[in-house]
């Protein structure tokens, strides 16, 4: 190739006459021989044959921008640790195809201390794990800006992408429509008019149709085309392989037959064949917009300033990176909220929609945390950070979410992988069924081929699973769901028994009044006797009495401390507290006694106020067949109380993080399958180590989570909403890989004997991912209407 | 059959109309949101910031 000597081997700009060679190659600059040479030794070699463009000019970055990336504030704000690993995901600028990523993927695999590099070529996203201990990120960021790619933050840029991404496919569907009309119109022509049609009029009518499938087939049908170029060129044999391969072999083969004026013509099926196609492709891929719409709505819903209030009062807009735990912030009226932080105002509602799907505002009383993303309704509000802003709930949600759409389910994997086998063997299935009829009835030769290659396509057989996970993400995102393993949905299916942790799970860790015995005077009024006394004391539960104050007055108010608190309400003493210190008998000193000092009035015990839709989800669960229990690290009477008011009746207390996992592993080798539902950060082992790890949210506990499935919404009420659809989806699952399955082999022997023609064997392949995806777009609607 | 010689090229017009109107459109970002410019109307007005008394 003469273009290698003139023109740089690596990013195809013109070589001068001094610029470096090696070999036979020319090389523009020493940063793309450099490049080239580091390609060839790592054995990446493989890429040049691969890439569709020239590779993008080598850039090295200043030293100084470089150490940006290893700044602590820098890692603090972008990168989440895992096990001694930050995680991160960035957005790689010149990753133009699918050999690009494959590049970059394998040269970070050769860093040291690079735990996991993969790169989604098609949104150019790069989702990175590493040991900072071992390689600093400026290396790696350095490696790739050496290969040419040059690495950023994920920014609104991407979304702008997408935009044009749909615009594109719109048009394209337009012109594949408008075209197919009128090819099929003019084909209807030939078809029925075969008789009465002078010959002269039967050539007009096939230019007519050649001219306008011809868009239809290189416009409309690029996709497909270039998809079958590059899985030539990568060896990797896949539907669009046998789509473009159908598409070109019937426009080919009619393009001939109108130039020669041969027997027949089937531009009908060739565009037949890539209008439907890019329908079905259309609507899976809305239907995948429409569940990381959902995502996206949580990466967008954390603002870019905040309003600072600085010592003087006066307030300034900063950069949200900017903020530090502690500085005072305003929210404006309408606005969300920058940061996670305490509300310093007074209470104020705030609408949650956005983390929790719930859309009923939620009154924040003053001091509580409020989450960043969460828009204050009625008036401004003033908080104090708590937390910065990369470190803040939904940011850390976003974050999540953005790594697990990066994955893909185990059964699409495997689907991908025999419908690549599959396509191989149809090809030549298609080639011998050519071969026969060419023998037997050469006119039945090629319309036999053409239906065989079109009938065959495993196009349903690769969406069945794609598009109903991405369907039901919708669903799940409705439930304030997020499932950060797609592989969970199977697990969530499976699951037969469910174990909850008890305090921060079913309970929220906040006393609330429980029991009351009265032994003198009436209940209201030893109620509102422990209300005046406990008022003025900072004590978690004196909490407990402040819904029965009825205003009267304590006076003469004292604390004992470890004893409890005396003073005189309504001109008698009164003593709340300890046993033996409230009413003088020393003993049994469970609960919260009122006295005297030498009798008892009162005796109040407090008891974990429940999650709230803790008891729905577990009567839910119930009646759908699983079986609870309740593992807890609280003490068994504790446990046990709380088992009997939820009606679970299995439960272990004073259970160690360790002893959970060997419960949970216990009841696995029996046979089970278990979903564990905890709060995130005690049991993260526990959450891993669960068939399914559901994780209540809340806050820095993300971070470490380990959960497939972390639940937004505060309450617990929707978990057998989320259990229901796992199930649905495994179900819609399972009958489209069974029909794509059944269609492919019943479509075989029928196109191979030559009874089906071109152009109904593409629509009965077109009609098929049509079905998949349309069964898969049930899973939207949410669970318990009745499909 | 003569009318065809008129007929097809109309049609093929009228297509390649079609085709240039919807990629205007497109272009034109009316098919980027299909979901909220019909809610638009019955959503308040950004609060504006009020003139300062004259």
Redesign the interface.
């Known amino acids: 190739m003469d273009s290698t000597l003139d023109r740089c081997f690596h990013c195809g700009e013109p070589a001068g006459a001094g610029a470096p060679r090696t070999g036979d190659r020319a090389f523009c600059c020493s940063g793309c021989e450099a490049a080239a040479a580091w390609i060839e030794s790592a054995g990446l070699a493989g890429y040049y044959r691969a890439r569709r463009t020239a590779a993008p000019l080598p850039e090295p970055p200043a030293a100084a921008a470089l150490a940006r990336w290893d700044e602590p504030a820098f890692l603090d704000a972008h990168a989440r640790a895992e096990d001694g690993q930050l995680a991160a995901t960035f957005v790689v600028e010149g990753v133009r195809c699918a050999a690009c990523a494959w590049l970059i993927e394998r040269a970070l695999a050769r860093e040291p201390g690079v735990a996991t590099a993969t790169v989604n070529a098609a949104t150019s996203r790069l989702a990175l794990r590493w040991d900072p201990a071992l390689v600093p990120l400026s290396q790696l960021v350095a490696r790739l800006a050496g290969l040419g790619y040059r690495v950023h933050l994920p920014s609104r840029e991407d979304a702008r992408a997408a935009a044009l991404e749909r615009r594109d496919s719109l048009k394209r569907l337009a012109v594949a429509g408008l075209g197919a009309m009128q090819a099929m119109m003019f084909s209807e022509a030939l078809y029925f008019g075969t008789d009465e049609l002078s010959p002269a009029t039967r050539d007009f009518f096939r230019w007519l149709t050649l001219l306008v499938s011809t868009p239809v087939v290189f416009y409309a049908g690029a996709p497909f085309l270039r998809g079958a170029m590059m899985q030539l060129r990568l060896r990797a044999p896949g539907m669009d392989l046998l789509v473009g391969a159908s598409v070109l072999l019937a426009w080919g083969a009619s393009l001939a037959a109108t130039l020669l004026r041969a027997e027949a013509v089937y531009f009908d099926a060739a565009v037949m064949f890539v209008f439907f196609l890019l329908a079905a492709r259309h609507i899976e891929s809305e239907a995948r917009r429409r569940a990381t719409a959902a995502l996206e709505v949580l990466a967008r819903a954390q603002p870019a300033t905040a309003l600072r209030v600085g010592a003087d009062g006066a307030e300034s807009a900063v950069a949200v990176e900017a903020v530090e735990p502690g500085d005072r912030l305003r929210v404006r009226a309408g606005e969300a909220v920058p940061v996670d932080g305490r509300l310093e105002s007074e209470a104020a509602e705030l609408d949650e929609s956005v983390l929790t799907g719930e859309s009923q505002a939620v009154m924040h009383a003053s001091g509580e945390l409020v989450l960043a993303g969460s828009v204050a309704l009625s008036r401004p509000v003033q908080i104090v950070a708590d937390r910065r802003a990369g470190q803040s709930t939904v940011a850390l949600l976003a974050e999540l979410a953005a790594r697990a759409s990066a994955s893909r389910p185990r059964a699409a994997r495997l689907a991908d992988r025999v419908a690549g086998r599959f396509v191989v063997a149809m090809l030549f299935a298609a080639a011998a069924v050519g071969v026969f009829w060419a023998g037997v009835d050469a006119p039945r030769a090629l319309p036999a081929t053409l239906a065989v290659l079109a009938a065959t396509c495993p196009c349903a057989l690769a969406l069945a699973v794609p598009a109903a996970i991405a369907s039901a993400q919708a669903a799940f995102a409705r439930l304030g769901a997020l499932v950060l393993d797609p592989d969970a949905v199977e697990s969530l299916a499976r699951a037969d028994t469910v174990l909850f942790d008890k305090t921060g799970t079913l309970t929220t860790g906040r006393p609330q009044l429980d029991e009351l015995q009265v032994f003198a005077g009436s209940r209201d009024e030893a109620l509102a006797a422990a209300a005046a006394l406990e008022r003025g004391v900072h004590h978690p539960l004196s909490a407990l009495f402040r819904p029965y104050d009825d205003g009267r007055i304590a006076s003469a108010v004292e604390c004992f401390a470890g004893a409890g608190v005396e003073g005189l309400v309504g001109g008698e003493r009164r003593r709340i507290g300890k046993r033996a210190f409230a009413t003088g008998v020393a003993g049994d000193d469970d609960g919260i006694w009122l006295g005297d000092g030498a009798r008892a009035i009162a005796r109040f015990a407090s008891a974990e106020a429940l999650r709230p839709g803790a008891g729905e989800a577990v009567a839910g669960l119930t009646a759908q067949g699983l079986r609870l229990a309740l593992l807890s690290g609280d003490s068994a009477p504790r446990v046990a109380a709380l088992a009997a008011r939820l009606g679970i009746g299995d439960w272990r207390g004073r259970a160690t993080p360790a002893e959970k996992l060997a419960r949970i592993r216990e009841l696995q080798s029996g046979g089970r399958r278990v979903a564990m539902v905890g709060d995130g950060v005690n049991d993260a082992a526990v959450l891993a180590g669960a068939d399914a790890g559901i994780a209540i949210a809340e806050g820095a506990a993300l971070a470490q989570s380990r959960a497939s499935v972390v639940l937004a919404s505060p309450g617990l009420g929707r978990l057998p909403a989320l259990f229901a659809t796992a199930r649905r989806t495994r179900r819609v699952m399972r009958q489209n890989l069974a029909w794509a399955a059944a269609y492919n082999l019943a479509a075989l022997p029928l196109a191979a004997a030559g009874l089906v023609p071109p152009w109904a064997a593409a629509l009965g392949m077109t009609a098929s991912s049509l079905l998949v995806t349309l069964n898969a777009l049930r899973l939207a609607r949410p669970a318990g209407v009745p499909a | 059959?003569s009318m065809?010689i008129w007929l097809?090229p109309v049609?093929?017009l009228l297509?390649g109309c079609?085709?240039w109107a919807?990629?205007w459109a497109?272009?034109g970002?009316q098919?980027?949101d299909l979901d909220s410019p019909a809610l638009a109307p019955l959503l308040d007005d950004a609060?504006e910031d009020a003139e300062p008394p004259a």
């Open positions: 059959m065809l097809v049609t093929l297509v079609a085709v919807f990629f497109a272009d970002g098919f980027d609060p």
